[in-house]
């Protein structure tokens, strides 16, 4: 009878280990998988900054130099299709990571451009407003690149935990999938040539 009880008591134990173990893990990785998330609402939001700053760029430049006029319609055009390519966080994949970032790039190229035009305008270059929405811009700049480190790094911390062994089982037994990771688009590795 003891034996019987011994044995009882053993699987009662090995099941609310077992159960904890699962229930610890998932709820790692849902956590987990949610900082990715919250993270790139971050990357997200940077961007929009980014793209909040331009309109008023584009309006203190225009004032300085009115015959530009197709370059500003570039970088109006180039951030209507930035702030248009939207990700859902929990839909991430690495195809709406490329459109996503090459929309972006796109508008990084047209506000090169206008950087170019404004290198024609001594006067615009030290306007006292031209000059804070330049530093608001570089500074946004710096915030995007940290922001998608940091959206890697906790991609990454993710990706990891739901691959390990006796956790990746789990992982998918429940759905849980690997992140993509925000990655530069080819030839970003080449500086730009900027012709006057």
Sequence with gaps: MKKSWIIIAVIVI????????????????VTRQEAVK??????????QRRADLIPNLVNTVKGYATHEKETLEGVIEARSKATAVN?????????????????????SSALSRLMVVVERYPDLK???NFME??????GTENRIATERRR????????????????KNILANMSGFGEMPYFKAVKGAEKAPVVKF
């Design 126 to 128: 030290a306007n006292q």
């Design 133 to 138: 929405l330049q530093a608001q811009l570089e």
């Design 38 to 47: 919250a993270q790139w609402s971050q990357v997200e939001n940077v961007y």
């Design 87 to 107: 990700i859902d966080a929990g839909k991430l994949s690495p195809q709406a990571l490329q459109n996503f970032q090459q929309a972006q790039d796109g508008l």
């Design 151 to 166: 959206f890697n790094q906790m991609t990454q911390a993710y990706n990891t935990y739901i691959k390990t062994f006796p």
């Design 14 to 29: 090995l099941i609310v280990i077992a159960y904890s173990w699962f229930k610890g893990t998932y709820n790692d990785m």
